[in-house]
């Protein structure tokens, strides 16, 4: 079966997803996509570029998966005459809907941001399949529907909810653990708290640095690894907590190498988490895999991910429980050491959900051909 993967922000966990599916279905799977970056222009107008690339193809799939980033309904629109005929599937990474903006953003301030909610909407509406990353997104998504259509002044179509819901499923991310696998690292003596996501406002990094200064303030020895992709506007916390923990931090920044940053990851011990938002939780995933102990807020993902399958221990309900756990961790770091949850990250590797996509998107064409 030939499969055509559409992606108009190919960067970062996108651009992983997208080469690990490719890599890893025994279906030929070609990628059309776009560079990533200008989230939002490629939501406005990634379709028309991409629908101009599509029709200049000399192949035609068998299936189009786009993600949530193509404006589905007009790419389908302007290839028509190509595109009739063959079934589609949309997977969720994120959606503008449920996802937490920044307060600080121009289209927040312009009230111009349901428009970004509109797209994926109609875009799940126009797929004969709707995918997302988790139960937790998938639930938030169509709970979210609602109050989101009925921002609208009439017609608000709410019926069509339940449309999407009927045509919904989950499958969840697939993650490329070939590079973990070939390495390890050893532990310092120190017990090492790890952070190694973006160094954005919905990760809360104010409260992981202020439960850690909470830490340092009680004389108790740990290394910290501040690792993450920074951005032009990222939180001034990490510029005060650089200068706060300078004497804790063994490695500081965005790791450029894929090897330096599993390495790192091998390095950490405890990974407390601080997320106002997570849809699934790839950098989670990866710490788990190289043996870090997590400490996860009872909400998000995380519920679906670990504490429904009895990790509650890793679970914490409140700030002040976040810290208890922190110091017990420190504490018991060899006991901690020798705990490992890393079948909980197995259980996402391609090499295990290749086959399960594969079986959904193979049931799709199927019912199209009858």
């Known amino acids: 079966m030939k499969i055509l993967l559409i992606e108009p922000y190919y960067t970062g966990s996108h651009k992983k997803w997208a080469e690990g599916l490719k890599k890893h279905s025994s279906h030929h799977v070609k990628i059309l996509s776009m560079k990533g970056q200008f989230w939002k222009w490629r939501m406005h107008g990634g379709a028309v570029t991409l ?9 035609k799939p068998d299936l189009i998966l786009s993600t949530d980033m193509l404006d589905l309904t007009t790419f389908l629109a302007l290839t028509r005459a190509k595109s009739n005929g063959i079934p589609t599937a949309i997977y969720f990474h994120e959606n503008q809907i449920s996802y937490p903006w920044s307060p600080r953003d121009r289209d927040i301030l312009n009230k111009r941001d349901n428009h970004y909610g509109f797209i994926n909407y109609a875009s799940a509406l126009s797929a004969e399949r709707v995918f997302f990353n988790s139960n937790f997104h998938l639930k938030t998504f169509l709970d979210d529907l609602k109050p989101f259509l009925k921002n609208f002044p009439d017609n608000n179509e709410i019926n069509t909810i339940e449309k999407i819901k009927n045509k919904s499923n989950v499958l969840h991310l697939g993650l490329d653990f070939s590079n973990f696998k070939a390495r390890s690292h050893q532990k310092t003596d120190t017990p090492t708290i790890l952070w190694n996501h973006r160094w954005e406002y919905d990760k809360n990094p104010e409260l992981f640095f202020n439960v850690m200064k909470k830490i340092k ?6 290394n910290l690894i501040v690792l993450g992709e920074s951005f032009g506007n990222s939180p001034k916390i990490f510029e005060q907590a650089k200068i706060e923990f300078k004497k804790h931090i063994i490695k500081w920044g965005y790791q450029k190498s894929i090897n330096d940053y599993i390495d790192c990851l091998f390095m950490s011990d405890i990974m407390p988490v601080t997320s106002n938002h997570d849809f699934f939780g790839i950098s989670v995933m990866e710490a788990v895999f190289c043996n870090v102990w997590p400490l996860l807020p009872d909400r998000l993902s995380y519920r679906e991910l670990f504490k429904n399958k009895g990790h509650i221990e890793n679970i914490y309900t409140n700030d002040n429980q976040l810290t208890t756990k922190i110091e017990a961790a420190i504490k018991n770091i060899h006991q901690i050491r020798n705990q490992s949850l890393k079948k909980v990250a197995q259980k996402y590797d391609w090499e295990r959900l290749a086959k ?13 051909n009858l």
């Open 217 to 222: 303030d009680k004389k108790i020895d740990f």
């Open 51 to 59: 629908a101009k690339m599509f029709n200049n193809m000399d192949w």
């Open 356 to 368: 399960v996509y594969d079986t959904e998107f193979e049931t799709i064409t199927q019912k199209s």
